[in-house]
């Protein structure tokens, strides 16, 4: 027979006020994690104008990236990685949080993977050809 074995209880954060619309911006964490003049414009003036165009631009540099993503797919990459490593595979996407990219035949100095995942803080810069 198998014996119970504990399992492990992870803890999440404590989440947003209940009776609010998400996270405070004005609090002390939310501030240290969003470096951006977006987060000081939540605890001081800023105008509104300013903050509208930063927000803008944020947008529009966000869609060209996912737009890089999306033409990434089913391409061959070349990665530049840290200890002058360079690898070669096929893209195939990355994850909602642009944290790994999912890649095929992944060609490195020791041996081809077939299907492998590569962490983004492992890459120096990547180049791929339209």
């Known amino acids: 027979m198998n014996a119970a074995r504990p399992v492990p209880v992870m803890r999440l954060p404590k989440g947003p006020d209940p009776h609010g619309r ?11 994690l969003c470096r951006t003049s977006i987060a000081s414009s939540l605890a001081s003036d800023v105008a509104p104008e300013e903050l509208q165009r930063e927000q ?3 947008s529009e540099l966000r869609e060209r990236f996912l737009r890089c993503l999306l033409s990434m797919s089913n391409r061959d990459v ?5 200890e002058n490593v ?5 893209f195939g996407a990355s994850d909602i949080d642009v944290l790994n990219f999912q890649v095929s035949d992944l060609h490195t100095p020791i041996g081809i993977q077939k299907e492998a995942l590569i962490r983004t803080q492992d890459v120096v810069s990547l ?4």
């Not at 070349?78 to 840290?82: A, D, E, G, Q, T």
């Not at 360079?86 to 096929?90: C, G, I, L, P, R």
């Open 56 to 58: 803008l631009m944020r």
């Open 22 to 32: 998400g996270f405070n911006p004005q609090s002390p964490r939310f501030i240290a």
């Open 78 to 82: 070349r990665f530049n990685m840290y």
């Open 86 to 90: 360079k690898v070669k595979a096929t």
């Open 127 to 130: 180049v791929f050809d339209l």
